[in-house]
T-cell receptor, first 120, second 114 residues
């Protein structure tokens, strides 16, 4: 398998502040990482695709100015929730693929541990 | 558009067999995945199907019919630890197949009872 690590695991912040979540691929390089959001008892909603060295691709309905994504290296992507509000409280999960489907791989996604954000 | 449906909840008995169905309608299709997720944890990979047919992996098997837009996950010899959410995910290659973007279904919460 492959290891994807997320930090922090949980964070509590005040309304109006910004929170940064890091996602690292520990034993492989990932040109693409994906950020998902999950509400209680619901499935994963894709927020954006993080591309190393270029702008992230956001899904419809996701505010790019609200959720800033930076993919500065082949092993690190960050998600910053700016001016957080209580409705931003959620479980944020990042994922990355070790192999590329164009190279004959399955493109299986490996997930980080997730970051639980609570905005007071 | 994209639509991936699964039953919301299922209950089964320890030692039994359970089948979790998934139907999908996506603009493109380039593989279907099943993931297991325990409460408060990240999903873990279970299986992958890209061609029609059955893929077996120990106590878990997954079936795919592309013409019907249908898959199922079969869990045998159920154990209490199998109580979890099971997520069906389809890879949609809207951008020409260059990325591994997965779109997840609603998830099925499976409760295994003694």
């Amino acid at each position: 398998g492959a290891v994807v690590s997320q930090h922090p695991s949980w964070v509590i912040c005040k309304s109006g502040t910004s929170v940064k979540i890091e996602c690292r691929s520990l034993d492989f390089q990932a040109t693409t990482m994906f950020w998902y959001r999950q509400f209680p008892k619901q499935s994963l909603m894709l927020m954006a695709t993080s591309n190393e060295g270029s702008k992230a691709t956001y899904e419809q309905g996701v505010e790019k100015d609200k959720f800033l994504i930076n993919h500065a290296s082949l092993t690190l992507s960050t998600l910053t929730v700016t001016s957080a509000h209580p409705e931003d409280s959620s479980f944020y999960i990042c994922s990355a693929s070790k192999d590329h489907i164009l190279a004959g791989g399955t493109g299986e996604l490996f997930f980080g541990e997730g970051s639980r954000l609570t905005v007071l | 558009g994209q639509n991936i449906d699964q039953p919301t909840e299922m209950t089964a008995t320890e030692g039994a067999i359970v089948q979790i169905n998934c139907t999908y309608q996506t603009s493109g299709f380039n593989g279907l995945f099943w993931y297991q997720q325990h409460a408060g944890e990240a999903p873990t990979f279970l299986s992958y199907n890209v061609l029609d047919g059955l893929e077996e992996k120990g106590r878990f098997s997954s079936f795919l019919s592309r013409s019907k837009g249908y898959s199922y996950l079969l869990l045998k010899e159920l154990q209490m630890k199998d109580s979890a959410s099971y997520l069906c995910a389809v890879r949609d290659y809207g951008d020409g197949g260059a990325t591994n973007k997965l779109i997840f279904g609603t998830g099925t919460l499976l409760a295994v009872q003694p």
